[in-house]
């Protein structure tokens, strides 16, 4: 079982900047998809963006597409999330996952992903 660690969490003002990192997985993993997803107080766990290594699909959630940039470093093992001008509403627990569906066919979803990290706190403050 793979232990995901999430790092780079914090409390910005909107329209700052943050940059995710998860490590911790086996490079095996990382032909299938990976991703970012995240969950709001109160909400369900949605996707942000999911990729997979070979770089064939990358997939951005709309409401941060041209702000975030998901990324993988296969030499260092580390998948990141680059996010910029963070607004209050991207406030939430951000959670990496490994082991996704092939090609990400799987889309956005959250399901069928092998192993998911523990989280890490963002909050976006106006």
């Known amino acids: 079982q793979e232990q995901l660690v999430e790092s780079g969490g914090d409390s910005v003002q909107a329209g700052g900047s943050l940059r995710l990192s998860c490590t911790g997985y086996?490079?095996?993993?990382?032909?299938?998809?990976m991703g970012w997803f995240r969950q709001a107080p109160g909400k369900d766990r949605e996707g942000v963006a999911v990729?997979?290594?070979?770089?064939?699909?990358?997939l951005y959630a709309d409401p941060v597409k041209g702000r975030f940039i998901i990324s993988h470093d296969s030499a260092k093992k580390t998948l990141s999330l680059n996010m910029n001008a963070l607004k209050p509403e991207d406030t939430a627990i951000y959670y990496c996952?490994?082991?996704?569906?092939?090609?990400?066919?799987?889309?956005?979803?959250?399901?069928?992903?092998?192993?998911w990290g523990q989280g890490t706190q963002v909050t976006v403050s106006s």
């Open positions: 996952a490994v082991g996704g569906p092939w090609r990400c066919s799987g889309g956005l979803g959250t399901a069928n992903y092998n192993a």
């Open positions: 086996d490079l095996r993993y990382s032909r299938l998809c």
């Open positions: 990729m997979n290594s070979p770089g064939e699909v990358t």
